[in-house]
């Protein structure tokens, strides 16, 4: 088996009166993709600042690559590691173009084909229109894209990202999703980290949820339904009142009329159940989103969230 292309180890985070990560042990794998998920401060940014060596850690180990990534032999590595951070800033009085032909030099291109790579790149993220206007000019948004374009430089073996979809409008944010995917089956391992949940689980093979440093909860999204035993929530159509009267289903019966919160494990057996009954017209079947997900862990963790259509505030 291939070994990890990042790998934190008892890793510790500490400041004079902080503890920004405690004992954080995680792995990601070529082509994995991870979601980083928790509260204003709940040590997401850094870690991802270690992964990347700005930061050394307390205690623990990190390998990036094979290699401590604060090492000398680092240097050439971080030529293949593409970051955005989550404050994007660049140089006001630049052109988009300027800017980015200038990151593209910075990850080691030369020579005539510099420009035309982030000519490719603007175009990638929908900022070629605005590519000889100074950056002053661009929308938070526009900006972001820029931000996107410059951590996709090179392709990169491994992408750190940090609420890259902030100021995205839902076409843009789509487009980019397409764009992990695409990174993905090239190779190429994300750690994603968000606070607008939705949409976010169907591009995303585990998630890591931190809170005040610590890792509350680390796996796939059906490991970690099955950890939280959160029920599966069935809305069968035309049956009405027959689910009241039937001794198999009250049970499962919730104050919402013909709703079910059914344990996964009784999913299959319940389905079959309502299958077989003559005056079903259609079924709907609705597992635990990330979102829900997220909210339960948070709460056994006595961390106050709500969770909305938007996102997570706190």
């Given at each position: 088996?291939?070994?990890p292309?990042?790998?934190?180890?008892?890793?510790?985070?500490?400041?004079?009166?902080?503890?920004?990560?405690?004992?954080?042990?995680?792995?990601l794998?070529?082509?994995?993709?991870?979601?980083?998920?928790?509260?204003?401060?709940?040590?997401?940014?850094?870690?991802?600042?270690?992964?990347?060596?700005?930061?050394?850690?307390?205690?623990?180990?990190?390998?990036?690559?094979?290699?401590?990534?604060?090492?000398?032999?680092?240097?050439?590595?971080?030529?293949k590691?593409?970051?955005?951070?989550e404050n994007?800033?660049?140089?006001?009085?630049?052109?988009?173009?300027?800017?980015?032909?200038?990151?593209?030099?910075?990850?080691?291109?030369?020579?005539?084909?510099?420009?035309?790579?982030?000519?490719?790149?603007?175009?990638?993220?929908?900022?070629?229109?605005?590519?000889?206007?100074?950056?002053?000019?661009?929308?938070?948004?526009?900006?972001?894209?820029?931000?996107?374009?410059?951590?996709?430089i090179?392709?990169?073996?491994?992408?750190?990202?940090?609420?890259?979809?902030?100021?995205?409008?839902?076409?843009?944010t789509?487009?980019?999703?397409?764009t992990?995917?695409?990174?993905?089956?090239?190779g190429?391992?994300?750690i994603?980290?968000?606070?607008?949940?939705p949409?976010?689980?169907?591009?995303?093979?585990?998630?890591?949820?931190?809170?005040?440093?610590?890792?509350?909860a680390?796996?796939?999204?059906?490991?970690?339904?099955?950890?939280?035993?959160?029920?599966?929530?069935?809305?069968?159509?035309?049956?009405?009142?027959?689910?009241?009267?039937?001794?198999?289903?009250?049970?499962?019966?919730?104050k919402?009329?013909?709703?079910?919160?059914?344990?996964?494990?009784?999913?299959?057996?319940?389905l079959?159940?309502l299958?077989?009954?003559?005056?079903?017209h259609?079924?709907?079947?609705?597992?635990?989103?990330?979102?829900?997900?997220?909210q339960?862990?948070?709460?056994?963790?006595?961390?106050?969230?709500?969770?909305?259509?938007?996102?997570?505030?706190?």
């Amino acid at each position: 088996m291939n070994s990890p292309l990042v790998s934190l180890t008892n890793v510790s985070m500490k400041y004079k009166k902080l503890d920004a990560l405690t004992s954080v042990n995680m792995t990601l794998n070529q082509g994995e993709v991870l979601g980083l998920f928790g509260h204003n401060g709940a040590g997401k940014t850094t870690m991802m600042k270690l992964i990347l060596g700005v930061l050394t850690p307390t205690e623990g180990s990190i390998e990036v690559m094979g290699m401590s990534p604060e090492s000398v032999e680092a240097w050439h590595m971080r030529s293949k590691v593409g970051y955005l951070p989550e404050n994007v800033s660049f140089y006001e009085q630049l052109t988009g173009l300027e800017v980015l032909t200038y990151f593209v030099k910075l990850k080691g291109g030369s020579g005539k084909k510099v420009q035309q790579q982030a000519i490719e790149l603007l175009e990638q993220v929908g900022v070629a229109h605005a590519m000889k206007r100074q950056v002053k000019t661009y929308s938070k948004g526009m900006r972001q894209r820029l931000g996107l374009a410059q951590a996709f430089i090179g392709k990169p073996k491994l992408l750190l990202l940090d609420e890259p979809t902030t100021g995205l409008d839902p076409i843009a944010t789509a487009d980019f999703y397409q764009t992990v995917d695409q990174l993905k089956t090239q190779g190429t391992s994300v750690i994603l980290c968000s606070h607008v949940l939705p949409g976010v689980e169907q591009h995303i093979d585990r998630a890591m949820i931190l809170s005040s440093g610590k890792v509350l909860a680390m796996g796939s999204l059906a490991e970690l339904r099955q950890q939280a035993n959160l029920p599966v929530v069935i809305k069968p159509v035309g049956l009405n009142g027959s689910l009241c009267s039937d001794s198999k289903l009250t049970g499962f019966l919730t104050k919402q009329a013909n709703v079910l919160h059914v344990p996964e494990q009784d999913k299959l057996a319940t389905l079959r159940h309502l299958l077989a009954h003559d005056s079903l017209h259609d079924i709907h079947v609705e597992p635990a989103n990330l979102e829900q997900v997220y909210q339960y862990y948070l709460s056994i963790d006595g961390q106050p969230s709500q969770v909305t259509k938007a996102g997570v505030q706190h």
